[in-house]
């Protein structure tokens, strides 16, 4: 009998389409024996960690030795600080997208319900589908909106009743760039029973230069059925070290912690994590690099008669006008590495990542060759 492990798995397991991360340099430039390649596919800080959170690294390598500290104290009263709540208000993860499986495990079963949005973050249907718990999906905003494929949160609403137990929210979204309004959103969550829990999903808040942007975490008190995502990957440049967190009322996060594994995040994140708050003039540099560079990227896009939907995060989206796969194929051949999103159900589009002024030149000389 031929062994199939596939088969021995839960049937919520067998549905899952595994996620694909952007493809790494090594692999880019091994496949295709090439150099000196660049990646502008998973949203990453070009300018990596600042000089606070590298300090912060070589001194806790020094004690690499022995066990992080599991409840990360010192990151939890950095936290606690700079959001104005208390430190068992604050769970910490491997990264947003482990607090992102927590939830799902802690809140999702058979015979209750999740709901999310087309084009959302590949994860949160990933994270459902594990549980076995039956996902609702909103039609996003169509192409001819305003916020073309946005969430509709009347649509999602009209997906929630007394069995959903989780809905997620991305603001800004990944990969689209689409964001939602502070009013709308608010009266969203004010409008779900007290049964269901929000999460919004804050990965790129920090590069949204918007005064009238929602910034949830400032209605935890308001919402007790409020969760607010965050991360130090995307603004704070330590995608490598993975650490994020989740924000939200004090008996949600003694649940979560029932499920957190022992010394989840390790002791060089969350040195580096708690350096990297204090390090305001790297966070204003790594924003301004992305503001800049956010000009330049869909200035040159739009030159070449491209359609790039606005964007609040460190990324664009754009329609290539045809299949996006041969582009993305010619781009890699030439050492550049973008996102194509046909997974997410945009097989037209490639999701781009801001990066520094050369990169992004480059990317755009490519593409323009490419889409010849």
Not at 144 to 153: C, Q
Not at 339 to 367: D, F, K, S
Request: hydrophobic fraction near 45%.
């Amino acid at each position: 009998m031929t062994f199939n492990a596939l088969a021995l798995a839960t049937r919520s397991v067998r549905a899952i389409a595994p996620y694909i991360p952007g493809k790494p340099l090594s692999e880019l430039e091994r496949e295709y024996g090439i150099s000196d390649s660049i990646k502008l596919a998973s949203n990453e800080n070009p300018l990596g960690p600042g000089p606070k959170a590298r300090a912060a690294m070589l001194q806790a390598a020094q004690n690499i030795g022995l066990y992080p500290d599991g409840n990360g104290f010192d990151l939890k009263q950095a936290l606690a600080a700079k959001h104005g709540c208390d430190i068992d208000q604050i769970t910490l993860g491997n990264g947003s997208n482990d607090v992102l499986v927590m939830l799902a495990e802690a809140f999702l079963d058979a015979g209750v319900e999740a709901v999310y949005s087309q084009y959302c973050f590949a994860i949160y249907p990933i994270v459902v589908q594990a549980t076995g718990a039956t996902a609702k999906m909103a039609a996003a905003c169509p192409d001819t909106h305003p916020m073309a494929l946005g969430h509709d949160l009347e649509a999602m609403l009209s997906l929630v009743n007394t069995s959903t137990r989780l809905v997620f929210i991305a603001n800004p979204n990944n990969p689209t760039g689409t964001w939602v309004q502070a009013a709308a959103l608010k009266r969203f969550i004010a409008s779900v029973p007290a049964t269901t829990l929000v999460v919004v999903d804050e990965a790129y808040i920090e590069y949204v230069q918007d005064g009238d942007f929602a910034d949830a975490s400032q209605w935890l008190r308001e919402f007790t059925n409020l969760i607010v995502t965050r991360t130090f990957s995307k603004a704070y440049g330590l995608a490598g070290l993975r650490v994020g967190y989740a924000l939200s009322h004090a008996d949600v996060a003694a649940v979560l912690n029932r499920v957190r594994q022992p010394f989840n995040v390790n002791s060089i994140a969350l040195s580096a994590a708690t350096a990297a708050l204090e390090d305001v003039d790297h966070l204003q540099k790594s924003i301004q690099l992305t503001a800049s560079g956010m000009q330049q990227v869909e200035s040159g896009l739009k030159k070449m008669g491209l359609r790039v939907y606005p964007s609040k995060g460190n990324f664009v989206l754009v329609d290539c006008g045809r299949p996006a796969a041969a582009v993305n194929e010619a781009l890699l051949r030439q050492g550049v590495i973008v996102r194509p999103v046909a997974g997410y159900g945009l097989p037209a589009q490639l999701r781009i990542t801001i990066g520094t002024e050369h990169e992004n030149a480059r990317m755009l000389a490519a593409l323009a060759i490419a889409l010849k």
